[in-house]
């Protein structure tokens, strides 16, 4: 397995914990917003952050369709 696709993995378990939901809840969700590849595509810059910041960049993408830090 690919090291992004492990990440990925421990980041929306992690995720899904965090918003008291179940992970597939969160996939749905993910996909439903279409930002599934994208925060797949994300690795380099959110495996090196604090998951908090992920999290934060991840909600912002939800609420407004942008990166926390742009």
């Not at 918003?19 to 917003?33: F, G, S, V, Y």
């Not at 994208?38 to 090196?48: A, G, T």
């Amino acid at each position: 397995m690919r090291k992004e696709t492990e990440f990925f993995i421990y980041l929306i378990e992690k995720y899904a914990e965090y918003r008291n939901k179940t992970a597939p809840q969160i996939l749905k969700e993910w996909d439903e917003n279409h930002l599934t590849d994208f925060i797949y595509d994300m690795y380099e810059i959110y495996h090196v952050e604090r998951l908090e910041n992920a999290f934060k960049d991840i909600d912002s993408l939800i609420a407004t369709g942008k990166c926390a830090w742009q």
